[in-house]
């Protein structure tokens, strides 16, 4: 595992961030119904490992409750100005508590060929099977 500080931004750059990640550990899509109207393409991390720099003020959310479940999951952050998704927060144990899940087209200074050739991984949430392909940092 090598961890290293990586940066991000919406379009508009109102909202910048930076994170602690392992690029080898991989990123995900998902199949549910919201992730798949957004092309969602995210990269989970522990909240200690998140900061958000700029653009607390500018940041809409939006929460969705998938049938059969008591409350929302996630809560989405976009930018209000420019509306790009830019992550999405929530809380499992399983990832320590507080995690983020950053939406890895924001990402401003990974290197592209690394990000090409680390795992891609798929969540069945469509089917709700999230448990068949969650990378869980150390
Ligand atoms: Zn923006």
Known sequence: MTYR??????????????????????????????CSKARAWFLFVRGDAFELLTGDDVLSRYEWVPAGRAQ???????????????????ELAQLGGRFYALHVPT??????????????NFIDNAHDRPDLALPIPD
């Open 107 to 120: 990402l401003d200074d990974v290197d592209r060929d690394e990000l090409a050739n680390a795992p891609l």
């Open 5 to 34: 500080q990586f940066h991000g931004s919406c379009h508009c750059q109102a909202v910048r961030y930076a994170a602690r990640f392992d690029l080898a550990a991989g990123s995900n899509r998902c199949n549910c119904s919201l």
């Open 72 to 90: 929302a999951g996630l809560t989405y952050r976009f930018c209000s100005r420019c509306g790009v998704r830019v992550f999405a927060t929530g």
